[in-house]
């Protein structure tokens, strides 16, 4: 009798499997574990509620993680404390990165990150969900910031990319991409009750125009 293998499995019990195994019930946190006398660290995911996922599946085989990448990186949220840990962990999952839906950053450190997080998310062309920390529009003097035109200057690149990417996919219903982007009151310090309602309305505000400048930015682009 012929031996009976994962793969002989049917697909749908197979797809169901892989859920199980890696679709968290909450955001996955990206950080970087400090190793001392090393110039790069390590990108891990630590759950911010109990359970544990097995992302070791992938490593079984190139069919299993053909199936299994899109369930773990399209069906999990992503956040980092801040961009660089972000960035270092889509350029860590390489082609995996085209199922990424939900990610985002809590703390503004540079501009530069923000850049580089974007030129690493141009094989991401699912995202639909991505969070940015108010602090890049806060014009504090101790922060290189953005005014909501800049911003929207920097976005735009990558989400008129998104924007080409939709419209040759003609069998799927067209997205709104003003609003893939948004801004996250998560990082900002000694937030108080009266100051959290403060940001909450500042972020809200200040969203509104951004959306509405990117909106501006993607109508140039002729259909």
């Known amino acids: 009798m012929a031996k009976t293998g994962f793969l002989d499995i049917p697909p749908e019990l197979r797809c169901i499997i892989y859920s199980l195994l890696l679709d968290a019930d909450c955001d996955l946190e990206v950080f970087s574990a400090p190793q001392y ?3 790069s660290q390590p990108i ?3 759950m911010a509620c109990r359970g544990q996922l097995s992302p070791s599946i ?8 053909k199936e299994a990448a899109p369930i773990l990186y399209g069906g999990n949220v992503f956040r980092s404390e801040y961009g660089g840990q972000l960035t270092a962990f889509v350029q860590r999952i390489g082609d995996s990165a085209q199922h990424l839906r939900n990610i985002g950053y809590k703390k503004h450190e540079f501009k530069k990150d923000l850049r580089a997080l974007l030129k690493a998310l141009k094989p991401a062309n699912q995202l639909s969900f991505l969070s940015l920390p108010i602090e890049l529009l806060a014009q504090e003097r101790y922060l290189a910031t953005y005014s909501p ?4 200057d920097q ?3 990558f989400l008129r990319a998104l924007q080409r990417q939709q419209r040759k996919e003609t069998d799927k219903k067209a997205r709104d991409l003003t609003e893939v982007v948004h801004l996250n009151i998560d990082g900002v310090p000694w937030i108080s009750k009266e100051r959290s309602q403060a940001w909450k309305a500042r972020a809200e505000a200040n969203e509104k125009v951004l959306k509405g400048l990117i909106a501006e930015k993607l109508a140039l682009v002729k259909a």
């Not at 992938?58 to 993680?65: D, G, P």
């Not at 035109?149 to 929207?152: C, F, P, V």
């Open 44 to 46: 891990k995911l630590e």
């Open 37 to 39: 006398g090393k110039t």
């Open 149 to 152: 035109r800049s911003l929207a």
């Open 155 to 157: 976005l735009a690149p």
């Open 58 to 65: 992938l490593r079984v085989n190139k069919e299993i993680h």
